[in-house]
Each structure stands twice: as C-alpha cells, then as structure tokens.
C-alpha cells in the first residue's frame, strides 16, 4: 500500500476540470525540499526545463539532456505529494515521431513516478499529443514563446504582438486542446490575445507573461524569489532570497573568522567515563 494512502494527488484531469471554476496555481520546482515547501500551495509543479539554465548555468534550455530531466524529476515527486508533477520533455526528446516521443515520456512517467509531461509546441505536435494521451500519457502543451525554437524565433521574443499572428497562436491552441492535451502554457503574448485563447480553447490556458485573464499562472520559482540574477518582465518577486543567502552567508564567514562559530552548543562533548572503573 501506498505510503500516502491517506492523501490524494492532483491528477491531469484535476487540472483540467478547474477550468472556469477556480485559478490555477503553479510554479517550477526542480529539487526536493522547495517541491515540498511548494506543495501544499500549488495545483501542479512544473520540472522545467528552464532547471538547465536555472539550476547548472546554461544559456538556453537547448542542451539539456533527458536523464537531467528524470534526475530532477525524481527529486521533485519525492518532495511533492498532493500537486501533479509535470516533467518538461527537453529539446530532441519528442519532436521526431510520436514513437520516439512515447518511448521518451513513458521512460519519464516510469522513472520519476510523475503525472504527466509536457512537450512545446502547437498545431506540429497535434499528432503526438494525440499519440500519446491515447497511450496512457497526459501532455501539457506550450505555445507562444517557446524556449526550445529560440534559434528558429530569433531570441527569447514575446510573440503575438502583431494581429496577423493571432490567427496561427489561436489555432495552435485549439489544434493541442482537440489532439487531448489537458492544459496548455501561454508563454510570453499580449494579454488580450491570451484572453482570446482562454475563451476559444476547452483547456485551462497556464499564462507566464501573457497577462491575468488566463485560467492559471505559473512562475520559474527561483525568478519569484528573487533568486535569479535576471528576470523577464513579467516576473514579480514575492520574496528577496537572493539578498537573505548572501546575508547569512556573510555572517557566516565573519563568524568563521572571528572565532563565535562554532560555539560550545555546535560542539560534541565526550562520553562520561564510566563509574565502574
Ligand atoms: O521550463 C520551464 O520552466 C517552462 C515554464 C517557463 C513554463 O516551460
């Protein structure tokens, strides 16, 4: 029996019947302690693939690798129990056939025990979308900016600001929705063109700089913390972690030089002798 028996987690269709009824609530979590911090707040935790640019430096999400993924992936179900767990499946991973992209995400959902992937993408990805969701895998999509075709879209660049642009995003979302992904993410677009979406498309629409009227929100945890060194526009820091790091790790080395640390209290004492002896 299950360890958790007594709680139950959040699953793909969870999400997606929250559409028009309630807010969504998420945020990326790559490592164990902050998906459990994060749990009890969120609907689902997103491991990003944003994790290779956050997490170990990176300049773009392009050369993460799939173990990085389920590495992560892992460490994240460990820590979460109630919110769905979503891996991003990373660049080269899916795009070639549904068979390939099957093969990758079932290796996801087995080795991380999470609840769904998520795969970039609009109309292009139908086919696997399909594929997969007839297959036993939920897919989030995610349209707008994508990070993986930043080489194919000139840059990290918001997209939809022109009308003659709506047309194709629409459809997009319509095309995963109709292929059976249960949500979709809204990256990077004006807000009344995700408005737009959040009304045609029967899934819950997930905006990250595409404005209030979407039915959920999610953020790159570190960015919201105040962690990043840089963040998008679109980010607003609810806490200053950066700062609060760097304060304790200066008192710490001040401590370490000045001798008040460790203290006796930090400190093993012998063991009595015995009386008998
Ligand atoms: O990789 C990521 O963190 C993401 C979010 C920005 C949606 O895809």
Redesign the pocket.
């Known amino acids: 029996m299950s360890l958790h028996a007594d709680l139950r987690r959040i699953t793909a269709p969870d999400i997606a019947a929250k559409k028009g009824v309630v807010p969504i609530v998420s945020l ?1 979590a790559y490592h164990t302690h902050t998906a459990a911090i994060a749990d009890p707040h969120c609907d689902f935790l ?6 290779g640019m ?1 997490m170990h430096g990176f300049e773009t ?1 392009l050369p993460v690798p799939l173990e990085l993924m389920i590495m992560h992936g892992r460490a994240v179900v460990r820590g979460a129990r109630r919110a769905l767990v979503v891996v ?1 499946m990373p660049f080269g991973s899916y795009e070639e056939s549904p068979s390939v992209a099957f093969r990758n995400a079932a290796r996801v959902i087995k080795e991380t025990q999470c609840g769904a992937i ?1 795969i ?1 993408g609009g109309s292009r990805m139908a086919e696997t979308i399909h594929y997969l969701t007839e297959r036993g895998i939920p897919v989030m999509s ?1 349209i707008g900016l994508t ?1 993986q075709s930043i080489n194919v879209m000139g840059g990290f660049k918001v997209q939809g600001r022109e009308k003659a642009q709506w047309k194709a995003l629409e459809d997009d979302a319509v095309a995963v929705a109709e292929a059976g992904a249960f949500a979709v ?1 809204l ?1 990077a677009m004006p807000a009344e063109l995700a408005a737009r979406i959040t009304r045609k498309t029967p899934i819950p629409t ?1 905006g ?1 700089g595409a404005g209030l009227n979407c039915d959920g929100q ?3 945890m570190e960015d919201m913390l105040g962690l990043s060194p840089q963040v998008p526009k679109f980010v607003r820091k609810f806490g200053e972690i950066g700062a609060a790091i760097n304060g304790a790790v200066q008192a710490y080395a001040e401590a370490v030089r000045d001798g008040s640390f460790p203290k006796p209290e930090h400190t093993y004492a012998m063991k009595s002798p015995s009386k008998k002896a």
């Open positions: 990326t997103l491991v990003g693939d944003s994790l956050v999400t991003d998520k970039e995610h990070p993410v990256e997930i990250i999610i953020l790159v």
